[in-house]
């Protein structure tokens, strides 16, 4: 009869170290190493290169969004999206868009600021001519200009395409800001620190899918306001 107790209570001991070992494999402790840099997207650009290159980190919290990983892949963008991932395997939607808003908080705030040197090393030559221009006539007026993005509320790839290997993706931002523009007294001339803004920009990222440097650059700027 002891026997028999003892082979249930082994029985039971082996069932729960079996239950325990389960939970514990079954879970994320959040300290698993994650694959570094799946989407190239945060690697230095080299030295000169006028290239984006769109962070994931440090961005303006926003609310969820929809994935762009689960877009409809019989679309005509679809297709190209899923034409670009077959020849660039280091490109995933769903990273690019994170890594987008970073990007897009990066030049915003360097455009206000005037701070040419950061613009050179994330945007195209024709772009940083407009922007630069714009930063020339502010600073002749003796005007400073400060802008906060308080929230992207939404950021989608609404056009894409592909040609002769290079890449192209256009992407929407719909961002609320505080944009406020100074004359040199400190008065305030344009805009309320006090109030926010709903802002559209479509905003456009090339690569040439074959290139070792991962980066993309900001070829263009819309705005849909």
Same mark, same amino acid.
């Given at each position: 009869?002891?026997?028999?107790?003892?082979?249930?209570?082994?029985?039971?001991?082996?069932?729960?170290?079996?239950?325990?070992?389960?939970?514990?494999?079954?879970?994320?402790?959040?300290?698993?190493?994650?694959?570094?840099?799946?989407?190239?997207?945060?690697?230095?650009?080299?030295?000169?290169?006028?290239?984006?290159?769109?962070?994931?980190?440090?961005?303006?919290?926003?609310?969820?969004?929809?994935?762009?990983?689960?877009?409809?892949?019989?679309?005509?963008?679809?297709?190209?999206?899923?034409?670009?991932?077959?020849?660039?395997?280091?490109?995933?939607?769903?990273?690019?868009?994170?890594?987008?808003?970073?990007?897009?908080?990066?030049?915003?705030?360097?455009?206000?600021?005037?701070?040419?040197?950061?613009?050179?090393?994330?945007?195209?030559?024709? &772009?940083? =001519? %407009?922007? *630069?221009?714009? !930063?020339? +006539?502010?600073?002749?007026?003796?005007?400073?200009?400060? @802008?906060?993005?308080?929230?992207?509320?939404?950021?989608?790839?609404?056009?894409?395409?592909?040609?002769?290997?290079?890449?192209?993706?256009?992407?929407?931002?719909?961002?609320?800001?505080?944009? &406020?523009? =100074? %004359?040199? *007294?400190?008065? !305030?001339? +344009?805009?309320?620190?006090?109030?926010?803004?709903?802002? @559209?920009?479509?905003?456009?990222?090339?690569?040439?899918?074959?290139?070792?440097?991962?980066?993309?650059?900001?070829?263009?700027?819309?705005?849909?306001?």
């Amino acid at each position: 009869m002891g026997g028999g107790l003892d082979l249930i209570l082994l029985a039971l001991l082996a069932g729960f170290i079996i239950l325990r070992l389960v939970s514990v494999l079954g879970r994320r402790t959040g300290n698993e190493r994650r694959q570094e840099n799946p989407a190239g997207l945060e690697r230095a650009p080299a030295p000169d290169a006028k290239t984006v290159d769109l962070p994931g980190r440090d961005r303006v919290q926003s609310a969820p969004q929809p994935s762009a990983s689960s877009f409809d892949r019989e679309t005509p963008l679809g297709k190209v999206l899923s034409r670009i991932m077959m020849a660039d395997h280091s490109f995933d939607p769903d990273s690019f868009l994170d890594g987008a808003s970073g990007a897009y908080s990066m030049v915003t705030t360097a455009f206000a600021e005037g701070d040419r040197e950061t613009l050179r090393s994330l945007i195209s030559p024709d &772009v940083l =001519r %407009d922007f *630069e221009s714009a !930063i020339a +006539e502010r600073e002749a007026a003796n005007q400073t200009m400060q @802008t906060t993005i308080v929230d992207v509320l939404k950021h989608e790839i609404t056009d894409a395409k592909l040609e002769n290997g290079t890449a192209e993706v256009t992407v929407m931002f719909k961002v609320e800001l505080i944009s &406020v523009v =100074r %004359d040199s *007294e400190g008065r !305030i001339i +344009e805009g309320n620190p006090s109030d926010t803004e709903t802002v @559209t920009d479509v905003w456009t990222f090339a690569r040439q899918v074959k290139a070792r440097d991962p980066n993309w650059t900001l070829v263009a700027t819309d705005s849909n306001d």
